[in-house]
């Protein structure tokens, strides 16, 4: 529970010997020379004071000699007749962070952060501009609307410090954690920050009229709910009160980048920052430690072998020392990171090894693909379609698994296919949703869309329903491709549409989950969760159920997005829920299987895959279908959740099944579209 780094940091970190001061010429604070390389990395040295944020030490029992600790407030101090002082939270070297109670709400508990800052400014005239600044920033972060930004409720200046009123957040800093934990942090989790992160700086840099850039990101001011939610804190306000001219550094040594050392702030600079935080979460290795901008000397994978390629290749591009070979926007590297959670490569690495048992008695027959299968099939008129990564759509003989043919995209195709009447649609990572003749292949039409299309079309009402990563839901005509409407949401749209009531519902990666009128796309309700939305929703009996990146399972009335209960899983919820019998059955990353009532969220049976699930559950007869990241695909007793059996493929199966006639087909990530008996 903090707004600042609590008392006593780093243990390892060794403060540096202070040089002797001149009683003449005294050493301004903070103030140290760094080497700032004019050209990259390997250019020679150029040598210059700046301003930077002094290593952090652990704090002395008493005051050093000569140095004054800042005076705090009493407990049940009263500041305005409005906030009581309750307990010291923080100190930093300009501001003392305290829990406050708002008394204005007599019948309520409201507890707070007060932030108390010291204007150290040398006169009078100065005093009135930092002030003036102070108010100008402090009334911009008042507009701010992010859940990963504390609220701002109040500032005002009494006894002539000036204070802060902030929402109180609950949790541990990232530094922390990390230095409670033995090795490094695990991937899977450091890559969910990272998205939420991203997701954060992407507003900020955003705002209108002007950008934000936060300048200090680093582990100690990212803070973790309990519910493993991110908020960014400190915003650099006490910082203010530092004159801000061209070469003064505001941040800290380690993790700002290069050109921050320069007085250039800009929104690449975070980028660079949230990389050398990814690192140090990765490494344990810590930047403040080690000469500036030497990352590309020491990449992830050569002190934590554990860290995955894909991974590795995200940080250091973000870690570039020149701006414009970085990521061009937080929003891009958060695609980049949602790809890779998507595939959840630290797993894939552990999964993708283990030996490759085939079982010849369920086996009908298997088909080869150029590369991996990560849509699920649709079976059609005796032909099962599947898309690959080796951009190709392919109409396979179901019951003999004979090539027919295959269409080429331009990129690769998660998207699952569908049919109406004698056509045949997907989408492909190349922006593209195409229409194609079911007998032939042949290309009928294509629609344009301004990002990658990873959800799968749906049809209803007519209408050929689509979402894509430019943020937009699609209505098209199917006969002809043309936009029948479209709504924009705020994030990549990766969930598939469902339909009731005359309603689309579909989850966006910005959090929501959408309500959309079937006719004309306009917006009937919304309802936000805690992460994105990548579950496609199941609609049953006035309710939409769908899953979050939360990990929570949501049910919602239909009729206004009301939520009827939440269950809460261990990690997040990609899968999308099945429905039968009033039964709501859904995969978790966790390694879960969850069989719940779906009248009230009570569990009934979970199954224990023991890795990820991606892979939304086929519920068939008396039995329940699905793949896991071990490569296995399995079968269940829908009542019970017993194992029937098992088959063992060569590589994770994020994709879900189709069950037909006594068989299931479902595709892997070893480049196979199996057909095995049901």
């Not at 344009?448 to 749906?458: D, W």
């Not at 990146?549 to 009827?564: F, V």
């Not at 059955?585 to 224990?608: H, M, P, Q, T």
């Amino acid at each position: 529970m903090a707004l600042i780094k609590k008392i006593g940091v780093r243990k390892e970190a060794v403060p540096e010997e202070e040089p002797k001061k001149s009683p003449e010429q005294p050493v301004p604070p903070a103030t140290r020379r760094v080497q700032v390389p004019a050209g990259g990395p390997s250019a020679a040295p150029a040598t210059r004071p700046v301003q930077v944020e002094p290593a952090e030490s652990p704090a002395p029992s008493a005051p050093p000699s000569g140095e004054v600790r800042l005076p705090t407030l009493p407990v049940g101090a009263l500041l305005q007749g409005r906030y009581q002082i309750e307990a010291i939270l923080g100190i930093g070297g300009m501001s003392v962070v305290y829990k406050g109670r708002d008394l204005r709400f007599k019948n309520v508990y409201r507890p707070c952060a007060i932030k108390e800052m010291i204007d150290r400014s040398p006169d009078s005239q100065t005093r009135t501009i930092t002030l003036k600044n102070f108010e100008r920033e402090a009334a911009l972060l008042a507009t701010l609307n992010h859940p990963a930004i504390p609220k701002i409720y109040d500032y005002f200046v009494e006894g002539g410090r000036i204070y802060l009123v902030l929402e109180l957040i609950e949790g541990q800093n990232l530094e922390d954690i990390l230095e409670a934990s033995p090795e490094p942090l695990e991937e899977a989790r450091v890559v969910g920050w990272a998205i939420q992160i991203c997701d954060v700086l992407s507003y900020l840099h955003n705002h209108k009229p002007e950008a934000i850039v936060f300048r200090d990101m680093k582990p100690s001011n990212v803070m973790i709910t309990p519910d493993n939610r991110i908020v960014l804190i400190d915003f650099g306000i006490a910082r203010i009160f530092e004159a801000d001219q061209r070469g003064t550094m505001i941040g800290t040594e380690g993790y700002s980048p290069p050109e921050q050392y320069r007085g250039v702030a800009e929104p690449r600079g975070d980028i660079y920052a949230l990389g050398a935080t990814l690192h140090h979460l990765l490494t344990k290795s810590d930047p403040r430690l080690e000469t500036p901008f030497t990352f590309h000397e020491r990449p992830p994978s050569a002190l934590n072998p554990r860290v995955s390629p894909q991974l590795e290749a995200i940080i250091m591009k973000a870690l570039e020392y020149d701006a414009r070979q970085r990521w061009s926007s937080a929003a891009e590297m958060r695609a980049a990171l949602l790809d890779l959670a998507h595939l959840d490569v630290a797993v894939l690495q552990k999964e993708a090894g283990r030996p490759r048992l085939e079982s010849a008695e369920r086996l009908l027959w298997s088909f080869n693909c150029e590369e991996e299968v990560r849509a699920s099939p649709l079976v059609y008129n005796g032909v099962v379609y599947i898309g690959a990564y080796d951009q190709n759509l392919y109409a396979v003989d179901a019951e003999s698994g004979k090539f027919l043919w295959k269409f080429a995209a331009q990129r690769g195709i998660c998207s699952s296919a569908l049919a109406w009447e004698r056509l045949i649609f997907f989408g492909s990572e190349d922006g593209n949703v195409y229409a194609l003749n079911a007998q032939s292949g042949q290309l009928q039409w294509t629609f344009r869309t301004a990002g990658p299309v990873r959800s799968s079309p749906r049809l209803l009402d007519g209408a050929l329903c689509v979402g894509s990563d430019d943020q937009n839901v699609y209505a098209l005509d199917p006969r002809r491709g043309e936009v029948l409407w479209n709504y924009r949401t705020w994030g990549p749209v990766r969930s598939s549409a469902a339909t009731a009531g005359g309603n689309v519902y579909i989850g966006s990666d910005d959090g929501h989950i959408y309500a959309l009128d079937a006719r004309r796309g306009e917006l009937q309700w919304k309802t936000r969760t805690g992460q994105a939305v990548v579950s496609s929703p199941a609609v049953f009996e006035g309710m939409v159920y769908v899953g979050s990146w939360d990990g929570h399972l949501y049910c919602l009335d239909s009729r206004s997005g009301w939520p009827a209960w939440k269950y809460r899983t261990g990690n997040r919820v990609t899968s999308s829920p099945a429905i039968r019998g009033g039964r709501v059955y859904v995969g978790s990353s966790d390694g879960n299987l969850y069989c719940l009532d779906a009248r009230n969220g009570r569990l009934i049976w979970k199954f224990e895959a023991g890795t990820f699930i991606t892979s939304s559950p086929q519920v068939t007869g008396d039995r329940v279908y699905f793949g896991a990241g071990n490569g296995r695909i399995y079968c269940l007793m829908a009542d019970s959740g017993k194992e029937v059996w098992s088959f063992q493929t060569g590589g994770p199966v994020p994709g879900s099944p189709a069950v037909v006639e006594g068989v299931v087909y479902i595709g892997s990530t070893d480049h196979r579209l199996y057909a095995l008996q049901a």
